[in-house]
């Protein structure tokens, strides 16, 4: 059966500031770094081997993937690096403290920006402190405003389509550091979780989740690697 295993990146320093992040590109800190390096070291401890990785062009997805290969002895592994597995497009929340903005606007409303299935935040400032436009590794693509959870499936779905599954129908183990709403648009998709039970998943930083794949590439087991190895 192929192996999948999913690796939402280590905490970033936005993740510590309680910052809206999306896009930005933010540094992990000492503790993602330790996060990544002790995913490493639990997957090799688990027996988990790869043959290629695929990561965001994010920084903190980057190098969370790269320090639990090296934690693996596996830093040599080839690599595919995409925009289509960034986190989601924060708009004009992108830089914003939640607790700031939930006294602003409302805890209601920032948990329909936050968790809705296909609301998406207010859209970003053009020229704005947070505009990615001109970003070199965006160049050529529409960077979105904002995005929806369902905006943001709607892009990872065909990378995983032309990418990612065929390495796995042609038996590759495949590991993949992202974030977590792209994550979260890869487990609906494999596990069949509905528009409505979609939004109350949380993925924790720097914990692996192992899926087990028929080879239609249907999930027949998924669980997060440090709850098996407490068992």
Known sequence: MPTLVLIRHGQSAWNLENRFTGWWDVNLTDQGVREAREAGVAMAAAGLDFDIG??????????????????????????????????????????????????????????????????PPPPSEAGGKYDMTHDRR??????????????????????????????????????ISAHGNSLRALVKHLSGISDADIASLEIPTGKPIVYQLDDDLNAVERYYLHERNAN
Request: proline residues 4%; hydrophobic residues 40%.
């Open 54 to 119: 695929f990561t965001s062009v994010q920084t903190r997805a980057i190098k969370t993937l790269n320090i639990a290969l090296e934690a693996m002895g596996r830093l040599w592994l080839p690599l595919e690096k995409d925009w289509q597995l960034n986190e989601r497009h924060y708009g004009g929340l992108t830089g914003l403290d939640k607790a700031e903005t939930a006294a602003l606007h409302g805890d209601d409303q920032v948990h329909v920006w936050r968790r809705s299935f296909d609301v």
């Open 138 to 175: 965006y160049a050529g693509i529409a960077v979105p405003s904002s995005e929806s959870l369902k905006d943001t499936i709607e892009r990872v779905l065909p990378y995983w389509d032309s990418r990612i599954a065929p390495e796995l129908r042609a038996g590759k183990r495949v590991v």
